[in-house]
């Protein structure tokens, strides 16, 4: 089927910390292999992998040595080839992360730029300037700290992330025909589609004058609302990179059937047609959902949205609720409700509580409305991507010692933001030494996990993990026209109903509500089927 993709259930690996096979406290391929009957219980679609490549780790991964190769640290091609066969044999397709915006400064095109010296052929291929006067501008990157590194001969270079992120010249041909390599080593070796990093990104001018770091700011939050298409970046979201996409949909439709992309875009909700566009990517992340509270209005308010954005692409929507890069959401809907006008505001209230170790949060309501919003997310016409261990009910680790921590955030804001280990800590598989995930893993699982081990919730009914395999079990059997109409509810009730029958009701306050006629299929709160319960979520089928 080549249109497979447009309402699959897609599983999120970070493979470093899923499973270790070899004992040495890393996730590894051949971790992946041996949970293949677990991720085929859960009755998943698809996975998507992390970066597996080359890394010094600097960023999680995301600073690509080699985009065509396996980390020895975590295996071999030939272990990537057993993993992607036991996979397929399970019904399950592969998807991997492409990282395109930026390499690893050990990557070999950047260390002959180095060696090579300013002027030369091998600089141009990343953004290098000179400047006598300090950076050429004042701009900070994601991650703190400048975006410019200055190298031995004086030259500086940009870096969008960490001075170990080197940004690729996306004018060069050789950037361009070095990727669709990429794209078309991955495909050769069975993978089905690719995740985009950063895909609005990529593609910039940086002629003089570039604005100072106020300005480009106050663009960058510019940008990020609708009716801004007119609104030239130097840096994000310019128009110029779907030429880029569309020559990738040549290769893509190289293959039978063809492969699927989808872009991890931080845009205006009016600009993911662009790169959901069926000549281009094809399917676009809709984060919107992602930073709603838990709010009837703002939930219908944005699927309405994002279904519109969806259809006007051709595409269909991708919902999220966790992934590598935020606070898991089950410690999320136990946070008091944030003031949200854009990502940043979000992502600066959400460290605030980082900084608090979530003293005083709703743990209990939280995991409550984790599964109750997912039965809703799960209920909805297009994709659904699940983060690992979100099907465990798990929480954010907030208690990691300084010491012990890897996201570069930390460091290069001094602790100041805490940055996004918590919600990368090794899965627990079992309640013994390391909690069954191998050697000591690579970052420090708390005591809590135990709780949460998939070996005590696979003996619990009504665990988180069981209500998951119910859950997309019941999707397959259920699924149907990408399509739903709301049906009328009372004030923090969502309902809506799918072609076939199949409705589905979220309360979203801390009342039990009236359950509508019909046959009940699913409730995300034990022991309840006469209401739909406070802070749940029930399926029905008319």
């Avoid at 999120?12 to 292999?33: C, E, H, M």
């Avoid at 060696?115 to 006598?132: M, N, V």
């Amino acid at each position: 089927m080549s249109d497979w993709w447009r309402q699959a259930v897609v599983y999120q690996i970070y493979p470093r910390s899923f499973a270790d096979a070899n004992g040495d406290g890393i996730g590894d391929l051949k971790g992946i292999t041996s949970r293949v009957p677990y991720l085929k219980q859960l009755n998943v679609d698809a996975v998507w992998l992390s970066p597996f490549y080359p890394s010094a780790l600097k960023d999680g991964g995301y600073d690509v040595a080699d985009y065509r190769d396996v980390d020895p640290k975590i295996g071999t091609l030939a272990d990537f080839d057993e993993m992607i066969a036991a996979l397929k044999a399970a019904n399950i397709r592969v998807i991997v992360d492409i990282v395109p915006n930026h390499c690893s400064d050990d990557h070999e095109w950047f260390r002959a730029a180095l060696k090579a010296g300013r002027g030369s052929p091998e600089r141009e291929r990343f953004i290098f300037r000179d400047s006598d006067n300090g950076p050429p501008t004042d701009w900070v990157s994601v991650f703190g700290g400048p975006s410019w590194t200055q190298v031995e001969d004086g030259q500086w270079y940009y870096h969008m992330f960490d001075t170990s992120q080197p940004d690729f010249d996306w004018s060069h041909p050789d950037v361009r025909a070095d990727f669709l390599k990429t794209l078309r080593f991955w495909g050769e070796r069975g993978v089905s589609g690719f995740r985009i990093d950063v895909a609005h990104g990529l593609v910039k001018d940086m002629s003089d004058p570039l604005p100072n770091w106020e300005t480009l700011t106050d663009m960058t939050n510019r940008k990020l609302r609708n009716g801004q298409a007119k609104l030239v970046h130097p840096i994000l979201d310019r128009d110029e990179v779907h030429d880029v996409y569309r020559e990738w949909r040549q290769v893509f439709n190289e293959f039978d059937p063809p492969l699927t992309a989808v872009a991890e875009c931080w845009v205006a909700p009016d600009r993911k047609p662009l790169y959901a566009s069926a000549d281009g990517l094809g399917q676009a992340f809709s984060f919107d959902i992602l930073v709603c509270n838990f709010d009837a209005d703002e939930y219908k308010k944005c699927i309405d949205e994002s279904l519109r954005d969806s259809a006007a692409a051709g595409s269909s929507t991708t919902w999220v609720l966790s992934n590598h890069d935020v606070v898991r959401h089950a410690t999320r809907f136990g946070m008091p409700k944030l003031e949200l006008q854009n990502l940043h505001q979000f992502q600066r209230q959400c460290n605030d509580w980082l900084v608090s170790k979530f003293e005083g949060i709703d743990e209990v309501n939280g995991l409550k409305k984790a599964r109750a919003a997912t039965l809703m997310l799960l209920g909805l016409p297009g994709s659904t991507y699940l983060y690992q261990g979100e099907e465990l009910g798990l929480a954010e680790v907030a208690d990691i010692p300084p010491s012990e921590r890897q996201d570069p955030t930390f460091f290069r804001t001094n602790g100041a933001e805490v940055g996004r280990d918590g919600c990368r800590v090794p899965l627990p598989w079992a309640e013994g030494d390391n909690f069954g995930f191998g050697g000591m893993a690579h970052l420090p699982q708390p005591e809590w996990f135990g709780k949460f081990a998939v070996s005590k919730e696979d003996r619990e009914a009504d665990s988180t993990l069981n209500l998951y395999r119910k859950a997309l079990a019941l999707r397959r059997e259920l699924q149907t026209a990408e399509e739903l109409a709301w049906v009328e509810s009372a004030s923090g009730v969502l309902h809506y109903r799918r072609p076939n029958g199949w409705e589905v009701v979220l309360n979203m306050t801390d009342k039990p509500v009236s359950l509508p006629k019909g046959k009940v299929l699913l409730v995300s709160e034990a022991g309840v089927h006469d209401a739909v319960p406070a802070f749940g979520a029930v399926w029905l089928q008319a």
